[in-house]
């Protein structure tokens, strides 16, 4: 599956945003989740959901980022609330199948987030 992310853009601290990803094909059986990699940092997870609805979060933004899917509309959404500074990142859609390890998988473009303090 080809994924296709938007919605970055600059914006204050204490801001909000919503990232979105659209997927080429069916993403029912995926999980689907957001990794950013910041400036001189590795790529790291932000946040997942199952096929099942299993939610994941890493714990920088627990309370803060909302991840969605709609299966019918092969889109995934990352609501963003409170944004700090070091959300600053490019973030990237992922999919992967059941048997594909955490990493993996397919990988939209990035889209960039500048959060300004």
């Known amino acids: 599956v080809q994924l296709q992310a938007s919605g970055g853009g600059l914006v204050q601290a204490g801001g909000s945003l919503r990232l979105s990803c659209a997927a080429s094909?069916?993403?029912?059986?995926?999980?689907m989740g957001w990794y950013r990699q910041a400036p001189g940092k590795q790529r790291e997870l932000v946040a997942t959901?199952?096929?099942?609805?299993?939610?994941s979060y890493a714990d920088s933004v627990k309370g803060r980022f909302t991840i969605s899917r709609d299966n019918a509309k092969r889109m995934v959404t990352l609501q963003m609330n409170s944004l700090k500074p070091e959300d600053t990142a490019v973030y990237y859609c992922?999919?992967?199948?059941?048997?594909?390890?955490?990493?993996?998988?397919?990988w939209g473009q990035g889209t960039e987030l500048t959060v300004s303090s």
């Open positions: 959901e199952s096929s099942t609805g299993t939610l």
């Open positions: 992922n999919a992967r199948g059941p048997y594909t390890p955490a990493g993996s998988g397919s």
């Open positions: 094909g069916r993403i029912l059986s995926f999980t």
